[in-house]
Protein backbone atom coordinates (compact mmCIF):
# COMPACT_ATOMS: atom_id res chain seq x y z
CA UNK A 1 0.00 0.00 0.00
CA UNK A 2 1.10 3.22 -0.91
CA UNK A 3 -0.45 6.91 0.47
CA UNK A 4 -0.72 9.78 -1.80
CA UNK A 5 -0.72 12.68 0.48
CA UNK A 6 -2.13 15.06 -2.31
CA UNK A 7 -5.40 13.60 -2.07
CA UNK A 8 -5.80 11.32 0.93
CA UNK A 9 -5.58 8.42 -1.12
CA UNK A 10 -4.22 5.05 -0.44
CA UNK A 11 -3.28 3.06 -3.42
CA UNK A 12 -3.29 -0.77 -2.77
CA UNK A 13 -1.76 -2.96 -5.28
CA UNK A 14 -1.89 -7.18 -4.80
CA UNK A 15 0.68 -8.96 -7.65
CA UNK A 16 -1.17 -11.83 -7.60
CA UNK A 17 1.75 -13.90 -6.52
CA UNK A 18 3.68 -13.13 -9.47
CA UNK A 19 1.04 -13.39 -12.38
CA UNK A 20 -1.64 -10.45 -12.77
CA UNK A 21 -2.95 -8.97 -9.48
CA UNK A 22 -5.62 -6.14 -9.13
CA UNK A 23 -4.75 -2.31 -8.12
CA UNK A 24 -7.08 -0.52 -6.03
CA UNK A 25 -7.84 3.25 -4.88
CA UNK A 26 -9.35 3.63 -0.78
CA UNK A 27 -9.79 7.31 0.27
CA UNK A 28 -8.54 7.26 3.88
CA UNK A 29 -11.13 9.49 5.78
CA UNK A 30 -13.69 7.37 4.79
CA UNK A 31 -12.55 3.97 3.79
CA UNK A 32 -14.50 4.28 0.28
CA UNK A 33 -13.58 2.10 -2.20
CA UNK A 34 -12.72 4.91 -5.14
CA UNK A 35 -12.02 2.21 -8.11
CA UNK A 36 -10.37 -0.90 -8.42
CA UNK A 37 -8.53 -2.93 -11.57
CA UNK A 38 -8.53 -6.22 -11.93
CA UNK A 39 -5.52 -7.90 -13.95
CA UNK A 40 -3.33 -4.65 -13.45
CA UNK A 41 0.60 -5.05 -14.25
CA UNK A 42 3.49 -3.32 -11.72
CA UNK A 43 2.81 -0.81 -10.16
CA UNK A 44 5.46 2.01 -10.11
CA UNK A 45 4.46 4.17 -7.83
CA UNK A 46 2.81 7.15 -6.92
CA UNK A 47 2.74 11.07 -6.68
CA UNK A 48 1.55 14.36 -6.98
CA UNK A 49 -1.86 12.92 -7.31
CA UNK A 50 -1.17 10.68 -10.25
CA UNK A 51 -0.73 6.13 -10.29
CA UNK A 52 1.99 5.08 -12.50
CA UNK A 53 1.68 1.74 -13.23
CA UNK A 54 2.82 -0.53 -16.11
CA UNK A 55 0.00 -1.88 -18.72
CA UNK A 56 1.07 -3.92 -21.69
CA UNK A 57 4.36 -2.92 -21.37
CA UNK A 58 3.70 0.53 -21.47
CA UNK A 59 3.61 3.67 -19.23
CA UNK A 60 0.21 4.30 -17.83
CA UNK A 61 -0.84 7.16 -15.67
CA UNK A 62 -3.70 7.26 -13.72
CA UNK A 63 -5.50 10.13 -11.72
CA UNK A 64 -5.48 8.82 -8.37
CA UNK A 65 -8.79 9.71 -7.16
CA UNK A 66 -10.92 9.05 -10.09
CA UNK A 67 -8.77 6.29 -12.04
CA UNK A 68 -8.85 9.09 -15.37
CA UNK A 69 -5.78 8.10 -17.45
CA UNK A 70 -4.15 11.11 -17.91
CA UNK A 71 -1.33 9.65 -19.64
CA UNK A 72 0.45 6.16 -21.93
CA UNK A 73 3.42 6.11 -23.24
CA UNK A 74 4.24 4.05 -25.88
CA UNK A 75 7.92 4.91 -25.43
CA UNK A 76 8.25 4.02 -21.53
CA UNK A 77 8.58 0.72 -21.15
CA UNK A 78 9.73 0.43 -18.05
CA UNK A 79 8.62 1.54 -14.25
CA UNK A 80 10.68 4.73 -13.60
CA UNK A 81 11.37 5.55 -10.02
CA UNK A 82 8.45 7.59 -8.33
CA UNK A 83 9.17 10.68 -6.46
CA UNK A 84 7.01 13.85 -5.47
CA UNK A 85 7.92 16.00 -8.98
CA UNK A 86 10.33 13.87 -11.03
CA UNK A 87 10.30 10.39 -12.37
CA UNK A 88 13.78 8.50 -12.74
CA UNK A 89 14.64 6.19 -15.28
CA UNK A 90 17.89 4.17 -14.94
CA UNK A 91 19.53 2.66 -18.67
CA UNK A 92 21.80 -0.42 -17.66
CA UNK A 93 22.04 -1.22 -21.36
CA UNK A 94 25.61 -0.94 -20.84
CA UNK A 95 27.36 -3.26 -18.93
CA UNK A 96 28.75 -1.52 -15.72
CA UNK A 97 27.41 2.03 -16.48
CA UNK A 98 23.66 3.51 -15.21
CA UNK A 99 22.36 6.35 -17.08
CA UNK A 100 19.99 8.41 -14.89
CA UNK A 101 17.74 11.11 -15.88
CA UNK A 102 14.82 12.52 -14.47
CA UNK A 103 11.98 15.47 -15.94
CA UNK A 104 9.28 17.00 -14.15
CA UNK A 105 5.64 16.16 -13.81
CA UNK A 106 3.16 19.05 -14.03
CA UNK A 107 0.85 19.08 -11.31
CA UNK A 108 -2.92 17.41 -12.13
Known amino acids: MELDPATGTAIVYDNGGGS ?34 RANDQLAVLDARTKRQMRFD ?7 EVLPGVLMYTDEEQQNTTDTYQYRIATP
Open 74 to 80: AQDTDCP
Open 20 to 53: FGALAAVDTVSGKLLWKIEGSDDLCGIADGRVYL
